[in-house]
């Protein structure tokens, strides 16, 4: 025989349930409140970004070094490669190729097999927070699917050079996963090790340079 509630519990289910609804939101170093589920331009600031991405490892922090190679840095060789297979890009496409990995500010990277493990619920928030970001800085929130196209092409050689380099793949085999890149958009271009905060450094400098091109 079920013991009948005490007297109130039914009264306080409502705010117990309240009380365990999952935290969707994200402190972040400059204040804002960045709602994951429903993010806003608002509660974007480049400061942000730059430092998480700095802070965040490409390749699982499987890299050769004495500093983890980060999504910063990656983003900012992207869009160096971006520029040299379409030098006559307007500026505004150069920001979206820097700013291509920008939602790992706050929900980190994921290699491509985990991503896949994951489905297309991540491919889902990382659409919704490129879309906040986009528009917090004059981009539209999807971007042309041939812009989109080179920019996908840049991270693959980045990804190519980071894999030869640093993460312990030979050029047969990372041809194989990232196909082999034309090593003339290659030439005099490496890997960047560097502190954290010199890379979130030169990240914020190159973003506030293409804003000031814009």
């Known amino acids: 025989m079920g013991l009948d509630p005490a007297p109130g519990a039914q ?4 705010m117990a349930r309240q009380a365990n609804q999952v935290r969707a939101w994200q402190r ?3 204040g804002r409140r960045l709602d994951l589920l429903d993010p806003t ?4 600031e480049i400061d942000d970004i730059a430092h998480g ?3 965040v490892a490409r390749w699982n922090g499987q890299t050769r070094g004495d500093y983890a190679y980060s999504v910063a840095e990656h983003s900012l060789l992207v869009e160096e490669i971006f520029a040299r297979i ?6 505004k496409w150069r920001l979206a190729a820097l700013l291509h990995d920008a939602p790992e500010y706050v929900i980190g990277d994921m290699i491509s097999p985990v991503k896949a493990a994951v489905g297309p619920s991540y491919g889902a928030l990382d659409d919704r927070l490129t879309a906040a970001i986009h528009l917090r800085f004059g ?3 999807q971007i042309p699917k041939t812009v989109k196209a080179r920019i996908k092409r840049a991270d693959k050689i980045s990804a190519w050079l980071e894999a030869t380099q640093i993460a312990g793949f030979d050029e047969a085999e990372a041809s194989k996963f990232f196909g082999r890149p034309n090593m003339s958009l290659l030439q005099g271009l490496s890997i960047v090790l560097r502190p ?3 890379t979130r450094n030169a990240f914020v400098a190159r973003h506030e340079a293409l804003l000031a091109a814009l």
């Open 11 to 14: 009264a306080n289910r409502p």
């Open 28 to 30: 972040m170093l400059s």
């Open 41 to 44: 331009p608002m509660d974007i």
């Open 53 to 55: 991405l700095a802070f």
């Open 86 to 91: 379409d030098p006559k890009a307007p500026v």
């Open 139 to 141: 981009l539209p929130a």
């Open 196 to 198: 954290p905060v010199e």
